[in-house]
């Protein structure tokens, strides 16, 4: 391994930090979905529907406030920001347990999602590591985020069968707490705030990254796909309790159907990026999505069949969660990689929102099975939109430091130079920057030219 790819011991400290900080708070976002529908009845003027907006309506007031968050961020300060959020998350948490109307419910939920520190989260990563290692670095944050939410199915029912709904929103505000320790104990002081266009969003690259057909699609499918499953968890606890399944209990069935899908993703995701049928195998996840949620319609109350739709359900779902973002790294121009994330978790968020409010209806005025079947519809008109795209070339992101020798050239002449580098596929200099951001095919990738280009030696 070269040694510029081996971690700093700072960089380990932020990494290890920023993950457990977005993972805590993950956790404490993810652990009410398995347990609220079947606890709100306690709450005045509750009804299916008020209670699929308590579900997600963090969603709304995350997307709403993220990008401006992460703007406010490069103004005043990372740790700052990343504080406050994390106060109005630990508000949130505390009104959400002293709820006894939908209406305040609805409010702490609010108050929590408007803690929308993720995008100062990873650009105070990329302030802290250096470009050779950032790909790395992202990838743990992803890979605390899936780890968090199969926790959380988990914890959220424990918890909840011992201390009721409000136990699981002081356990949340606990872990806020914990992430504030995290934040000014564990991760290393801030360095000097730097621009990151494959981290940060450029608000001049905004409209042309929404333009484009090829990452629209993309943020249309993270916008369904958690449309889905925050529908469905206004209706899947039921459906336990009427297979016979007791609320303490729910926590084993999701460990098992989360355990056993992680598991039968790992390969599929080998096959998406080493075999390069990222397009086959997306197509394939949003098709059992489509089958399973029609399956859950159907499916009465026989355990068996409840459980194995659910795990095929989270099969697909832990597939499209671990490639989609590989996607849009994938197709994202060089330089706008950052813009292009920035988008796609809006949608994600609003994908949440809508689809707690979609299943709140659907199960008032239809019942359960009208929820599984109109998610169904919608992800049968998911799949078809998908049909459509173009599979993605495998190109990886690369972000190179200008030498002191590139000062004087003309950014015509920089850009060309760069071009001509056998496996580079598309190439932005910001010379202001200092900086160039690459797109490069790694398997026809001239190492030695571009080593030789940017003056970097193993």
């Known amino acids: 391994m070269s040694k510029a790819r081996l971690l700093l011991a700072t960089e380990r400290r932020a990494i290890v930090g920023l993950a457990g900080l977005y993972a805590t708070r993950m956790l404490g976002l993810f652990m009410v979905l398995p347990v609220l529908a079947l606890n709100a009845d306690h709450l005045a003027g509750a009804t299916p529907l008020l209670v699929g907006l308590a579900l997600g309506i963090y969603g709304l007031t995350q997307a709403v406030l993220q990008i401006p968050f992460g703007m406010l961020s490069d103004r005043v300060g990372r740790k700052p920001i990343i504080a406050a959020g994390l106060g109005l998350f630990l508000i949130g948490s505390v009104v959400a347990a002293q709820a006894d109307t939908i209406a305040m419910m609805i409010a702490g939920r609010s108050l929590q999602g408007s803690g929308a520190v993720a995008a100062a989260i990873m650009a105070l990563l990329a302030d802290q590591t250096r470009e050779q290692v950032r790909t790395a670095a992202m990838a743990t944050i992803g890979l605390s985020i899936g780890v968090a939410f199969a926790v959380a199915m988990v914890l959220g029912p424990l918890i909840s069968s011992h201390f009721g709904l409000a136990g699981v929103f002081y356990f949340t505000a606990m872990l806020a707490v914990l992430g504030l320790v995290v934040l000014w104990k564990l991760v290393p002081p801030a360095p000097r705030r730097r621009g990151h266009r494959d981290v940060g969003i450029d608000r001049g690259q905004l409209k042309s990254i929404i333009g484009r057909t090829d990452l629209w699609r993309m943020d249309a499918s993270i916008f369904s796909l958690h449309l ?132 709140g209806f659907l199960s008032q005025q239809f019942g359960l099975s009208a929820v599984f079947l109109g998610v169904a519809l919608l992800a049968a008109g998911w799949f078809v939109l998908m049909l459509g795209m173009t599979a993605p070339k495998h190109l990886s992101s690369e972000v190179v430091v200008l030498s002191d020798e590139h000062q004087g050239d003309a950014l015509e002449t920089l850009m060309a130079r760069f071009a001509d580098v056998a496996g580079v596929e598309d190439v932005m200099v910001v010379p202001e920057e200092r900086t160039a951001y690459l797109k490069v095919d790694r398997s026809r990738l001239d190492t030695e030219a571009l080593s030789r280009l940017t003056g970097v030696r193993d």
Do not use: D
Request: glycine letters at 14%; a positive charge; aromatic letters at 10%.
């Open 228 to 359: 889905v499953l925050m529908a469905i968890f206004t209706a899947v606890p039921f459906r336990l309790v009427e297979a016979g399944i007791a609320e303490p209990r729910h926590g084993l069935v999701y460990l098992g159907v989360m355990g056993l899908s992680f598991v039968a993703m790992v390969p599929l995701v080998i096959v998406a990026e080493k075999r390069r049928k990222m397009k086959l195998m997306c197509l394939g996840a949003i098709g059992t999505i489509t089958l399973s949620l029609l399956g859950l319609g159907v499916a009465g109350s026989g355990l068996v069949a409840l459980v194995g739709w659910l795990f095929a359900f989270f099969t697909a779902f832990n597939l499209l969660e671990a490639t989609l973002p590989s996607m849009i790294s994938k197709l994202a121009p060089a330089g706008a990689k950052g813009t292009a994330m920035g988008v796609y978790s809006t949608s994600q968020f609003l994908g949440a929102f809508l689809g707690g409010v979609l299943g």
